[in-house]
T-cell receptor
């Protein structure tokens, strides 16, 4: 089974700072999803990246899929308190005819006003 | 539009008592359904998934079981809860194996 490592595990920054969180694996995924989860709620999908090298932007959030489709990053510009939450990445693994979603352990982000 | 409902939102149960958590999806048919457990502020552990009525796959050996009596209903159960069953339980649905997952708001289960 493939593993997805997310780093850092915890991040506490001031409003207005920039940050990057990483999602890494030693194996290839056919696509990768990023979710954000707020306390007491379920994760909500932010974006799916499919093509190696793909970059997607969602307002102040920039997502990149590595060229080899083994890793991904999420960059937040000028972070705001509303960005606080747990950021989870999940990669789609192929195992024969079966497709499985592999979850990272998450990066817990706190943006202080 | 599709919606997913989980209940109850919070539950406090004594050790050794039974459990039944329910999840229903509206606005779609033949969804893939999932049960996850999440430790405090951390990643998701897949417990069960189902691709159709009566079809249940278990990912990890445990004290829990799942059933899918109807197309859009997924139930997580236990006959006797353990302290280690405490956690945040999430239900999710997708249209297919590699499609984005849509989550319910979860059930916070505390075992005393």
């Amino acid at each position: 089974t493939q593993l997805l490592e997310q780093s850092p595990q915890f991040l506490s920054i001031q409003e207005g700072e920039n940050l990057t969180v990483y999602c890494n694996s030693s194996s290839v995924f056919s696509s990768l999803q990023w979710y954000r989860q707020e306390p007491g709620e379920g994760p909500v999908l932010l974006v799916t990246v499919v093509t190696g090298g793909e970059v997607k932007k969602l307002k102040r959030l920039t997502f990149q899929f590595g060229d080899a489709r083994k890793d991904s990053s999420l960059h937040i510009t000028a972070a705001q308190p509303g960005d606080t939450g747990l950021y989870l990445c999940a990669g789609v693994e192929h195992a024969g005819n079966n497709r499985k979603l592999i979850w990272g352990l998450g990066t817990s982000l706190a943006v202080n006003p | 539009s599709q919606t997913i409902h989980q209940w109850p939102a919070t539950l406090v149960q004594p050790v050794g008592s039974p459990l039944s958590l329910e999840c229903t999806v509206e606005g779609t048919s033949n969804p893939n359904l999932y049960w996850y457990r999440q430790a405090a502020g951390r990643g998701l552990q897949l417990l069960f998934y189902s691709v159709g009525i009566g079809q249940i796959s278990s990912e990890v050996p445990q004290n829990l079981s799942a059933s899918r009596p109807q197309d859009r209903q997924f139930i997580l159960s236990s006959k006797k809860l353990l302290l280690s069953d405490s956690g945040f339980y999430l239900c999710a649905w997708t249209r297919g194996n590699n499609q984005p997952q849509h989550f319910g708001d979860g059930t916070r289960l505390s075992i005393l």
